[in-house]
Protein backbone atom coordinates (compact mmCIF):
# COMPACT_ATOMS: atom_id res chain seq x y z
CA UNK A 1 0.00 0.00 0.00
CA UNK A 2 1.40 3.60 -1.02
CA UNK A 3 -0.15 7.53 -0.71
CA UNK A 4 2.50 9.61 -1.94
CA UNK A 5 2.06 13.14 -2.26
CA UNK A 6 3.42 15.46 -4.63
CA UNK A 7 3.07 18.99 -5.39
CA UNK A 8 4.42 20.99 -2.03
CA UNK A 9 7.06 23.88 -2.10
CA UNK A 10 7.36 27.34 -1.41
CA UNK A 11 4.59 29.77 -2.31
CA UNK A 12 4.19 33.65 -1.64
CA UNK A 13 0.98 34.50 0.44
CA UNK A 14 -2.02 34.70 -2.13
CA UNK A 15 -0.70 32.56 -4.46
CA UNK A 16 -1.92 28.99 -5.05
CA UNK A 17 -0.75 25.47 -4.85
CA UNK A 18 -2.78 22.03 -6.13
CA UNK A 19 -1.32 18.72 -4.51
CA UNK A 20 -1.83 15.43 -5.40
CA UNK A 21 -1.75 12.07 -3.75
CA UNK A 22 -1.56 8.52 -5.75
CA UNK A 23 -2.66 5.62 -4.43
CA UNK A 24 -1.81 2.09 -4.78
CA UNK A 25 -2.42 -1.10 -3.38
CA UNK A 26 -5.69 -0.62 -2.03
CA UNK A 27 -9.63 -0.69 -3.64
CA UNK A 28 -9.53 3.48 -4.21
CA UNK A 29 -12.85 4.21 -4.70
CA UNK A 30 -13.87 2.34 -1.51
CA UNK A 31 -11.86 4.46 1.06
CA UNK A 32 -12.83 7.74 1.80
CA UNK A 33 -9.91 10.18 0.94
CA UNK A 34 -8.71 13.25 3.26
CA UNK A 35 -6.09 15.64 3.50
CA UNK A 36 -4.18 16.39 6.89
CA UNK A 37 -1.86 19.13 7.80
CA UNK A 38 0.72 19.47 10.39
CA UNK A 39 2.09 23.30 11.22
CA UNK A 40 5.40 23.84 12.76
CA UNK A 41 5.03 22.59 16.32
CA UNK A 42 1.16 21.35 16.15
CA UNK A 43 -0.91 19.05 16.21
CA UNK A 44 -1.64 17.07 12.72
CA UNK A 45 -5.43 18.91 11.59
CA UNK A 46 -7.76 17.64 9.34
CA UNK A 47 -8.46 19.90 6.39
CA UNK A 48 -11.09 18.11 3.77
CA UNK A 49 -12.31 15.00 3.09
CA UNK A 50 -14.22 13.48 0.32
CA UNK A 51 -16.33 11.01 0.14
CA UNK A 52 -16.66 8.28 -2.44
CA UNK A 53 -19.68 7.02 -2.62
CA UNK A 54 -21.66 10.07 -1.78
CA UNK A 55 -19.64 12.61 -3.32
CA UNK A 56 -19.63 14.95 -0.47
CA UNK A 57 -16.78 16.90 0.41
CA UNK A 58 -16.32 18.83 4.17
CA UNK A 59 -13.62 21.07 4.80
CA UNK A 60 -12.35 23.00 7.83
CA UNK A 61 -13.31 26.59 8.54
CA UNK A 62 -10.00 27.80 7.74
CA UNK A 63 -9.79 26.55 4.65
CA UNK A 64 -13.49 26.91 3.32
CA UNK A 65 -13.63 29.04 0.35
CA UNK A 66 -10.59 28.61 -0.40
CA UNK A 67 -9.25 24.85 -0.81
CA UNK A 68 -10.80 22.35 -3.00
CA UNK A 69 -10.27 18.65 -2.66
CA UNK A 70 -11.45 16.21 -5.24
CA UNK A 71 -11.04 12.69 -6.72
CA UNK A 72 -10.59 10.73 -9.66
CA UNK A 73 -11.18 6.86 -9.13
CA UNK A 74 -9.70 6.20 -12.38
CA UNK A 75 -6.63 7.45 -11.67
CA UNK A 76 -6.47 6.86 -7.77
CA UNK A 77 -5.89 9.80 -7.15
CA UNK A 78 -6.97 12.53 -4.85
CA UNK A 79 -6.01 16.57 -5.34
CA UNK A 80 -6.11 19.50 -3.07
CA UNK A 81 -6.28 22.51 -4.93
CA UNK A 82 -5.21 25.35 -2.46
CA UNK A 83 -6.15 29.18 -3.61
CA UNK A 84 -4.85 32.20 -1.86
CA UNK A 85 -2.62 30.98 0.45
CA UNK A 86 -1.69 32.54 4.14
CA UNK A 87 1.23 31.89 5.84
CA UNK A 88 -0.68 30.11 8.77
CA UNK A 89 -0.92 27.20 5.71
CA UNK A 90 2.11 26.60 5.94
CA UNK A 91 2.43 22.96 7.51
CA UNK A 92 3.52 19.45 6.07
CA UNK A 93 0.22 18.11 3.82
CA UNK A 94 -0.84 14.33 4.20
CA UNK A 95 -3.19 12.16 2.40
CA UNK A 96 -5.03 9.42 4.68
CA UNK A 97 -7.28 6.78 3.56
CA UNK A 98 -9.50 4.95 5.55
CA UNK A 99 -12.55 3.06 5.14
CA UNK A 100 -14.56 1.11 7.93
CA UNK A 101 -15.46 -2.34 6.92
CA UNK A 102 -18.82 -4.06 7.87
CA UNK A 103 -17.40 -5.61 10.82
CA UNK A 104 -16.64 -2.17 12.41
CA UNK A 105 -12.91 -2.73 11.75
CA UNK A 106 -11.44 0.23 10.56
CA UNK A 107 -8.46 0.29 7.52
CA UNK A 108 -6.71 3.76 7.67
CA UNK A 109 -3.34 4.35 5.30
CA UNK A 110 -1.13 7.75 5.34
CA UNK A 111 1.28 9.04 3.18
CA UNK A 112 4.39 10.56 4.45
CA UNK A 113 3.62 14.41 3.09
CA UNK A 114 4.23 17.02 1.51
CA UNK A 115 5.75 20.17 2.88
CA UNK A 116 4.13 23.53 1.69
CA UNK A 117 5.84 26.81 2.58
CA UNK A 118 3.84 30.19 2.55
CA UNK A 119 6.63 32.91 2.38
CA UNK A 120 7.14 36.22 1.10
Known amino acids: VQLVESGGGLVQPGGSLRLSCAAS????????MSWYCQPPGKERELVATFTSASGVTNYADSVKGRFTISRDNAKNSVYLQMNSLKSDDTAVYYC??????????????WGKGTLVTVSS
Open 96 to 109: YAYRTASSGYKVAY
Open 25 to 32: GFTFSSYV
